[in-house]
């Protein structure tokens, strides 16, 4: 019993060191106590194990455990039994395997050494024939050799010939292509001992060389050669190996002689265009028409234009791409290009500049429009080709300011220059409607006719309405240039200083300037004496109707269609109303004056040549005062058919004139105290004269008047009585002198008063009238009031 | 002493408006008619007078003579009539017309006055308003024109030391006082009295334009004259008979002067 259980201990030893190296297991000091009583711990102690069992345990406890243990150790072993026998199956597989691959080995290596013996054959027999063809490859190599050597000589000497011949037949571009050969091979014979053949061939293909140059270069100077030929000619020259800098500077002297064609043309049609705007001579008889503008533009100078975009690509091709080839050679394009756009640009300069205003502005637009596009084309090809176009634009690129005019200045230049034509057309018209408007002020005015207004009122109308239609038209016209259509028209820049300085300012206030300058030109001292008054009359109420409304009008038509909405920097509408408004007084003022002037020379003639000392007694109303008064009555109708009555102190007048009105009602009883007043006593006169004064106000003869019929003949009257009272002061008086003065007086008072806004100015004027003429008299006595009026009554 | 004897001797074929004595020595005196001039050769000596010559004026039957001056240069061998809307010199040693400015006022010439100081320089003033200054060297078109007044103007006087003031006078009921230093002979900067204190002050200059109005009279003003005895003082005369005898303003002075 103990037995197996010992040698079952030493196995279970032996089992567990084996696991316990299997699995790691370390064996530590600190393992815990009860480790070495268990039987599957790796520290398992089995004396210790034994002891306590015997020493704790039962009997029976013991014997249960005894074959406990027993039959685990007989499971064991069993177990292990089994584990050994399926190892051993598997290793004999593995045995038989290895058996049989050993045989196949064996086969395989025997068929290596059939192998490898049969490379060996192999190599041998190649070596064999190598050794055998040896001797004729060299010699085979030889020939080919000289063959080649051969034909380059056949070439060399056929060369001359060929040359020739190519020549001959203007194939140029076969002969360079011999040549080059040639060259090639001189140049590898070239180290070679000259053969005298060699030196003979080769100054022969020089000379051939040299007239081949020679031909091209011939062509170069013809000017008939196309752009193509000259391409080629240069192509060729340049494989030839002529220097690029005078190439190209040969091309660009052709280009230039053969752009001088184009714009000899150009210069031609402006000239002719000249001779046109300058002869008065009938079109039929002249040979030569010119074109006209937009034909110009279209025909000569798209021409030009694409003549010298071929040239400068074909330039560009050939000397500076893909690299520059000469180091002048783009700054002699730029400056080529640069003196014939010039040329170009200043030509249609001149032409357009002697585009007269009577084409309509479309026409114009659409030949700007065209010569745009064609700039704007071109200037992809030609270098700094955008400066052509516009200026701004290079400006934002470049730092350096062409001295060049730009397509775009040239059409804003163009613009302008239309747009001062239409000014001057517009003050052309203004004359004409001017003189118009006299001629027919003019024609009615002999006719002795108090139902003359209308015509006055009529020809305002008229003037007025053409003056705004006028200038309608011209706005209308213009706007064809900032058409969407066209394509400089849409660039904000000119489209702004063509809308705003061109049309609004130099067209529109220009013309409103020119009105002002033409209305104060007939106030001056040497126009005025020739204007007819009623002339100055429509314009002065011309002036009125612009400032009220026309202007106002027009500007807004001109802004809205220009669609001007920012108005600083241009001419604000109330600085045009105030001029013409200023124009209108001066106008007015300058009538009154006339008019005053025309009157108190009737009155001047009348007092100064009569002889006041010795004359009779007075029957009547002297006749020039009839006429004074009838001619103020003119005076008023023709103001009256132009300007309102005016309103200040009307109402007060009418109620006076009512009064007034019968000549012996009880108004004039104030009249005839006054009157009376003179007559007791001379000696207080002056007296009383003077205290009047006190109390009037100081009367401006020359004021300046209102825009209505009442203040206008008010200014009248006052100039013509002012006029009479200096002239009676001039003169003595005999008693009926002054007597006769006395009535005419009178006369003027109670005819006057329609015309005048203020009454006492009158009565003021005239009282001093009759008292210089008592101061002047030398026997002062007046008549009889009642008398004084029965004459009157009876003129 | 001789006014008895020389009342009697002055005798013309017309009526005369006005007789002006010779600047220089008094020996001769003119005599504006209606169309023709007269001048009078005085023998103080003896008291007697008799017509030196008699030059008539040409122009339209009605158109009578306003006025005429004496022009002091020369020794006073021209003078000068105002005809019309013309302005005509004579010689009076041949007794022809030896210039004449056409059209020297649109209306009507009233008055005209030589420059005392400056030879060939005239003003004339008229009906038109205007005073206008001429050198009768180049009568096309004056030299300047003041438009102050607002009627016709009557009388024009220059001073006769300073010669930049111009005294005018006017139916406006004004008087005007007015500088013309740009036709003045006292060129600019130029030191007239050496005797004076200070130097002149070159920010000082009188300059042209309106200096005094004298809006006293309430009537026409027909005369207006500087006094012969002290420059800076003149006397105006309107139609009420009302005589105003004003002066240079202080300032007015100073600037002249300093």
Redesign the interface.
């Known amino acids: 019993m103990a037995a197996p259980g010992g040698s079952s201990d030493a196995q279970r030893r032996a089992r567990n060191a084996a696991l316990k190296d299997y699995y790691g297991c370390k064996a530590s000091s600190e393992m815990a106590d009860n480790d070495l009583y268990n039987l599957n711990s790796p520290h398992f102690n089995p004396d210790m194990y034994l002891h306590q069992l015997i020493k704790e345990s039962s009997l029976t406890d013991l014997m249960d455990t005894e074959a406990n243990i027993y039959k685990q150790i007989q499971s064991l072993d069993s177990e292990m039994q089994t584990l050994v026998y399926e190892n051993y199956n598997k290793f004999i597989s593995a045995t038989d395997t290895i058996r049989k691959m050993k045989v196949d080995f064996k086969k395989m290596e025997d068929e290596m050494e059939r192998l490898a013996e049969n490379m060996t054959h192999i190599t041998a027999f190649s070596a064999t024939v190598s050794d055998t063809l040896q001797v004729r490859r060299d010699e085979i190599n030889k020939l080919s050799n000289t063959h080649v050597m051969l034909k380059k000589l056949q070439f060399l000497f056929e060369l001359p010939a060929q040359l020739k011949d190519a020549i001959d037949k203007e194939n140029y571009q076969q002969a360079v292509e011999y040549h080059l050969q040639s060259e090639r091979v001189l140049e590898q014979y070239g180290t070679a001992p000259d053969t005298a053949s060699l030196q003979g061939l080769r100054a022969e293909s020089a000379q051939s060389i040299t007239r081949l140059v020679a031909a091209l270069q011939d062509r170069l100077q013809d000017d008939q050669a196309t752009p193509e030929q000259i391409r080629e000619s240069v192509q060729l020259l340049l494989q030839l190996g002529q220097p690029a800098e005078t190439l190209c500077s040969r091309v660009i002297a052709h280009a230039q002689r053969r752009l001088a064609g184009d714009l000899a043309q150009l210069t031609n049609q402006v000239e002719l265009a000249r001779a046109a705007a300058d002869s008065d001579r009938p079109t039929e008889l002249r040979l030569h028409l010119p074109k006209d503008v937009l034909e110009f533009v279209d025909v000569d100078c798209s021409s030009f234009l694409s003549n010298l975009s071929l040239f400068v690509t074909s330039y560009k091709e050939l000397f500076l791409e893909p690299k520059s080839r000469c180091p002048e050679a783009a700054g002699r394009l730029s400056d080529c290009v640069r003196s014939q756009m010039d040329s170009l640009l200043s030509a249609v300069d001149s032409r357009l500049s002697l585009e007269s205003a009577a084409g309509g502005a479309a026409v114009l637009a659409r030949a700007l429009d065209r010569l745009y596009r064609r700039l704007q084309a071109s200037a992809a090809v030609l270098p700094d080709g955008d400066a052509y176009v516009s200026l701004m634009v290079f400006l934002c690129n470049s730092d350096t300011i062409p001295e060049c005019l730009a397509g775009m200045d040239l059409i804003g230049g163009a613009t302008e220059r239309r747009c001062r034509q239409s000014l001057s057309q517009l003050c052309a018209h203004l004359q004409q409607s001017l003189s118009a408007v006299r001629q027919a002020l003019v024609v009615p005015a002999p006719a002795p006719s108090s139902a003359e207004p209308p015509p006055l009122a009529e020809q305002l109308a008229t003037f007025l309405g053409g003056l705004a239609e006028q200038i309608r038209a011209t706005v209308t016209d213009l706007k064809a240039f900032i058409q969407p259509e066209l394509s400089f028209g849409v660039q904000a820049r000119f489209r702004n200083t063509f809308c705003r300085q061109h049309v609004r300012e130099t067209v529109v206030v220009g013309f409103f300037r020119h009105f002002v300058e033409t209305c104060r030109g007939f106030c001056d001292a040497a126009g005025g004496e020739k204007t007819s008054p009623s002339v100055l009359l429509l314009l002065s109420r011309a002036c009125r109707d612009l400032d009220t409304s026309t202007v106002h009008y027009l500007m807004n038509f001109v802004d809205d269609l220009l669609r001007i909405e920012d108005k600083s920097g241009l001419t604000p509408l109330a600085d045009i109303n105030s001029e013409v408004r200023a124009a209108g007084q001066q106008l007015i003022n300058h009538f009154v004056r006339v008019q005053g002037l025309a009157v108190s020379q009737m009155l001047r003639k009348s007092v100064a040549t009569r002889d006041w000392q010795h004359a009779n007694e007075p029957r009547s109303v002297r006749s020039v005062m009839k006429r004074v008064v009838e001619e103020l009555a003119m005076m008023d109708a023709q103001v009256g058919s132009v300007y309102e009555e005016g309103a200040a102190r009307w109402e007060q007048h009418n109620s006076s004139d009512s009064s007034r009105r019968p000549y012996h009602g009880p108004g004039s009883q104030r009249q005839r105290h006054e009157w009376s007043s003179y007559a007791p006593s001379q000696v207080d006169s002056g007296l009383v004269a003077n205290i009047q004064k006190l109390f009037s106000e100081r009367i401006e003869i020359f004021a300046p008047v209102e825009f209505s019929k009442v203040s206008i003949l008010t200014g009248i009257i006052k100039i013509a009585l002012k006029t009479l009272l200096e002239c009676v002061r001039l003169k003595t008086f005999s008693k009926f002198g002054l007597q006769q003065i006395q009535v005419d007086v009178y006369y003027l008072q109670v005819n006057l008063w329609r015309f005048i806004a203020d009454e006492k100015l009158l009565h003021g004027l005239l009282d001093e009238v009759l008292g210089s003429a008592i101061h002047r008299c030398l026997q002062p006595a007046l008549m009889e009031f009642s008398v004084v009026e029965a004459l009157c009554d009876r003129g | 002493m001789w006014g008895l004897t020389l009342a009697t001797a002055l005798f013309s074929s017309e009526d005369i408006s006005s007789v002006q004595w010779q600047l220089m020595d008094g020996s001769q005196l003119l005599g504006v008619g209606e169309h023709q001039l007269t001048v009078w050769d005085l023998d103080t000596g003896r008291g007697a007078a008799a017509v030196s010559s008699e030059i008539p004026c040409p122009g339209r039957a009605?158109s009578?003579l306003t006025g005429a001056r004496w022009n002091p240069h020369q020794c006073c061998s021209q003078v000068a009539a105002a005809c019309d809307t013309h302005v005509r010199g004579f010689d009076l040693r041949c007794g022809q017309q030896a210039w004449t400015v056409e059209n020297a006022d649109?209306?009507l010439v009233r008055d005209l006055d030589f420059n005392p100081n400056k030879q060939y320089y005239l003003a004339t003033c008229g009906d038109?308003?205007r005073v206008k200054f001429w050198d009768i060297r180049k009568p096309t078109a004056p030299l300047k024109v003041l438009v102050d007044h607002?009627?016709?103007v009557w009388r024009v006087r220059f001073n006769h030391f300073h010669d930049q003031l111009v005294l005018t006078s006017s139916?406006?009921?004004r008087v005007l006082l007015t500088s013309a230093a740009s036709l003045s002979s006292e060129p600019y900067g130029h030191l007239l009295d050496d005797d004076d204190d200070g130097p002149a002050q070159s920010g000082a200059q009188l300059a042209d334009g309106q200096l005094a109005c004298c809006e006293e009279h309430?009537?026409?003003v027909y005369a207006a004259e500087w006094s012969s005895a002290d420059p800076w003082t003149y006397a105006s005369l309107s139609?009420?008979?009302r005589l105003v005898v004003s002066r240079v303003p202080r300032q007015v002075k100073y600037k002249i002067l300093l």
């Open positions: 009605q009578a649109a209306q038109d308003c607002s009627h016709w139916s406006d009921w309430e009537d026409s139609f009420d008979g």
